[in-house]
């Protein structure tokens, strides 16, 4: 394993719409694992493959160090209630901005044998879940923020 280096807003990387996964092979299964290792490293809870310069569906998310998901090509099968809150990302160092969020969501993915399961989510994994699949589609939380993005040491 191997931690990579995490590409920053400006990168266009992050504005790519990403492909679907077809078959997973060693190198993809790699790049996973370096995902994982570089989520890890930098402090993050999730990490979407257009971050690393990888532009398939393939995300990562651990929103508690205990629960490692990955999530190749997610769809958002339902969302609702809401959460408002402060929301960063590891492409924008040492930001954060307010995002409003589903509070729920149920999502389907492909897991790294390429079968498919369901999570759901609430809270910060609800957060983190539309988060990084937004990543996959170039969005970034920028886009959603519902006041101006702030330095962390800022309040
Ligand atoms: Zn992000």
Redesign the pocket.
């Known amino acids: 394993m191997a931690t990579r280096i995490i590409r920053e807003f400006g990168d266009e990387a992050l504005r790519k719409h990403c492909k679907p996964v077809k078959v997973m092979t060693p190198r993809l299964k790699g790049i996973i694992e370096d995902m994982f290792e570089t989520m890890y490293e930098a402090g ?1 809870v ?3 493959g257009p ?1 690393v310069g990888i532009l398939k569906r393939v995300v990562v998310i651990d929103v508690d160090g205990e629960h490692p998901y990955v999530l190749i090509n997610p769809e958002i099968l339902e969302s609702d209630g809401s959460q408002t809150g402060e929301e ?5 160092p040492g930001k954060h901005a307010t995002v409003t969020r589903p509070n729920h969501v149920k999502v389907r993915a492909q897991n790294v044998d390429m079968n498919w399961y369901e999570l759901e989510g609430t809270e910060l994994l609800a957060r983190a879940i539309c ?2 699949c937004d ?1 996959l589609d170039g969005i ?2 920028t886009d959603k923020r519902v006041g101006p993005i702030k330095d962390n040491e800022e309040e």
Do not use: D, K, T, V
């Not at 960063?88 to 924008?92: K, R």
């Open positions: 993050g999730g990490l979407a971050q960063g990302c590891l492409s924008l988060h990084e990543h970034l939380y």
